[in-house]
């Protein structure tokens, strides 16, 4: 007996439909390696659709009151509580992350931060009114950008979906959407969801690949383009952008470096940053992917974390002693072992180092050490369950090793010295520093990274303001 597959759908102009030419992907869950839905591979007469939808809705989606806009997310925040077990069925299924923690990690917070903005909303803020020339008044006004082009990943499909449309709806700017080819299940359970809250256009979904998220970026109509990715596909979306000069907001990969002195409390350390490390499979731009050490401590902090690593379980979603699920896809299965593989004679596997099981895509937690600047492991994003351990001998070596990278997002220090922990968060090139944690986020703070993984800011009022332009307007007094 065959199991039907299900249909996914894009989402435009308040409908669900097909493909224009029928065309399909097949979607496959990483816990299993089997196929359980087909998507659409969506085309320019798809793109130009909903472009034309959201393009339509915006001036009256634009002359919404803030009060107006708040109500909206509001309501799409209780909703997304209301059917909170569907959008983690549909997550898992994308993703085949642990259930519980799905249900812990990521509904609440997607929905203190859609109401985050939703209190954004009424907080629009420019420079006062006054005289700057005799005879002249003038005044701020902050308006939505326009038409948003939106491009989110295949780690987080939710969350990074809310952190796409919820500050560009609270700003009063229309979203065309594109979830990963991998992962557009919860996003078009989301379509269906907001769908019955805002007026037709304002939201839309589009699925499909490369070349369907190239065609959002490439189309007249959107005045911004936003994307959560690799290094590369950024690139490209810059590139493509900056032939009709198109807003650009691009969060990209990360290499956070960890940077532990010899006054820290060793176990406590290596609990919080293997988990920091291990989470959703290290699959997290802001993951304590690379550890730097200091030589006192390095070979006691070694055999604890490589201890760490041995102790986490992966396996399937429905098993809460799990702690991450697979990889996302058989192409990030390849990527992570390769990175293993390739591994040079100096460096040692302390854990892990394998594939799990013999279906889906499951990767041990690894821990590798002996590894020097130059090597490939700590200069290129893994994005997988690895840990990487180098040692320094002084404040000077590590924060060299830590900023010796292309990638700047995020990145945390562990010392109980207070003025060595101000020293050292003033001089990392990061977006992000944390202090004797790593990896919590919150909807007040901005998110974001500098050098190459990106720029603008996701969260936060800072994050609100991307999605808004600035206009001065002078009137004579006479």
Known sequence: MTTELRRLRNYINGEFRDAADGRTIDVVNPATGEVFATSPLSGQADV?????????????????????????????????????????????????????LTASEEIPPMVDQIRFFAGAARMLEGRSAGEYMEGMTSIVRREPVGVCAQVAPWNYPMMMAVWKFAPALAAGNTVVLKPSDTTPASTVLMAEIIGAIVPKGVFNVICGDRDSGRAMVEHPTPAMASITG???????????????????????????????????????????????????????????TRV???????????????????????????????????????NQLKQVSGFIERLPAHAKVESGGHQVGDKGYFYAPTVVSGLKQDDEIIQNEVFGPVITVQSFRDEEQALAYANGVEFALASSVWTKDHARAMRMSKSLDFGCVWINTHIPLVAEMPHGGFKKSGYGK?????????????????????
């Open 48 to 100: 130009d659709a909903a472009m034309d939808a959201a393009a339509a809705a915006f001036p009256a989606w634009r002359d919404t009151t803030p009060a107006e806009r708040q109500k909206v997310l509001l309501k799409i925040a209780d909703a997304f509580e209301e059917r909170a077990e569907e959008l983690i069925a549909a997550e898992v299924e994308n993703t085949g992350k642990p259930i519980a």
């Open 458 to 478: 996701d969260l936060s009022a800072y994050g609100f303001d991307d999605y808004t332009r600035i206009k001065h307007v002078m009137t004579s007094l006479g």
């Open 292 to 330: 730097l050490v200091h030589e006192s401590i390095h070979d006691e902090f070694v055999t604890q974390l490589a201890k760490a690593a041995a102790d986490t379980k992966t396996g399937q979603p429905d098993d809460e002693d799990v702690f991450f699920g697979p990889l996302n896809n058989a």
């Open 230 to 288: 690799s290094v590369r596909a950024g690139m490209q979306v810059a590139e493509s952008a900056a032939k009709d000069v198109k807003r650009v907001h691009l969060e990209l990969g990360g290499k956070a470096p960890v940077v532990v002195f010899e006054d820290t409390d060793i176990a406590k350390a290596v609990e919080d940053i293997s988990a920091a490390g291990f989470f959703n499979a290290g699959q997290d731009c802001t993951a304590a």
